[in-house]
């Protein structure tokens, strides 16, 4: 959790500090990433597939650390982004007012999620004692503590 918030720290002082970027023109481009959903849920889909198509290939080889460190690789990545999605929300929901779950859809936190269960699925095939609970619960919290940020927020402040 605190390697989470140090490099999400220096992602956004790198972004608003740094390069000086307006906040609606990271929103728009959030938005705008998310907006074409059957392309990037097709583009999910595949790659949590191929995902777990590679680490049966590399276990049935004998390569199981390959296939363990790619499966490490995804799942970090997108616990990272969830995360990082979900700060990204609730920010732009303090400076700018608006839900950024709301227009992208809800898509992409959802898709993230499942591209963590491809990597928990691989790690699974490499080592069976691999626990489902650990990664599933930091990611499920990740995906609801800005909606329920949100409705704190609009009862309490307006």
């Known amino acids: ?18 390069q000086e970027m307006p906040y609606e023109t990271i929103y728009d481009a959030l938005v705008g990433f998310s907006s074409d959903r059957r392309t990037l849920a097709l583009h999910t889909v595949l790659l949590g597939g191929g995902l777990i198509l590679v680490g049966y290939l590399f276990s049935c080889c004998g390569l199981y650390k390959v296939a363990k460190a790619l499966s490490v690789l995804f ?29 992208s859809g809800y898509l992409p936190p959802f898709l993230l999620f499942l591209l963590l269960l491809a990597a928990i699925k691989t790690q699974r095939i490499v080592d069976f004692n691999h626990p489902l609970r650990q990664p599933l619960l930091p990611a499920v ?18």
């Open 75 to 103: 799942e970090t990545a997108s616990l990272f982004l969830l995360f990082a999605f979900g700060c990204g929300h609730a920010f732009f929901y303090l400076v700018l007012e608006e839900n950024l779950y709301a227009a």
């Open 1 to 18: 959790m605190l390697k989470n918030i140090l490099l999400l720290a220096i992602i956004f002082s790198w972004l608003f500090v740094i």
């Open 141 to 158: 919290l990740y995906m609801i503590w800005p909606v329920i940020f949100v409705i704190l927020h609009s009862i309490f402040a307006g």
